[in-house]
């Protein structure tokens, strides 16, 4: 089992920037990929960002490709995602994923079989 754990939600006005974490612990050594997904209300849960665990690849959906980046501290088994020019449609609750299998990039809700609790990001003025 892995277990995973989100930090650094919070509220910041449009135009603003906030970094996730998320640290992973249990049979880490598994792990393939790790992906950051978000669910806004009455909405599905939705790809944001994906890294591969080994060698560092990394994809994003195109709604955040140029504003988000993910990243990785080996050593703390951590995955980041920084945000920077957040907008109002960023709001959602954030969560991250890891997974075992080997496909890339996993950009699925369904690829993953480990996920955090969630983390509540608020973009508003």
């Known amino acids: 089992q892995v277990q995973m754990v989100e930090f650094g939600g919070g509220l910041v006005q449009p135009g603003g920037s906030l970094r996730l974490s998320c640290a992973a612990s249990g049979r880490t050594l598994s792990i393939y990929g790790m992906g950051w997904f978000r669910q806004a209300p009455g909405k599905e849960r939705e790809f944001v960002a994906a890294l591969s665990w080994r060698g560092g690849s990394t994809y994003y959906a195109d709604s955040v490709k140029g504003r988000f980046t993910i990243s990785r501290d080996n050593a703390k088994i951590t995955v980041y995602l920084q945000m920077n020019s957040l907008k109002p449609e960023d709001t959602a609750v954030y969560y991250c994923?890891?997974?075992?299998?080997?496909?890339?990039?996993?950009?699925?809700?369904?690829?993953?079989?480990?996920w955090g609790q969630g983390t509540q990001v608020t973009v508003s003025s």
């Open positions: 994923a890891a997974d075992q299998g080997t496909t890339w990039p996993k950009t699925g809700v369904y690829e993953y079989r480990y």
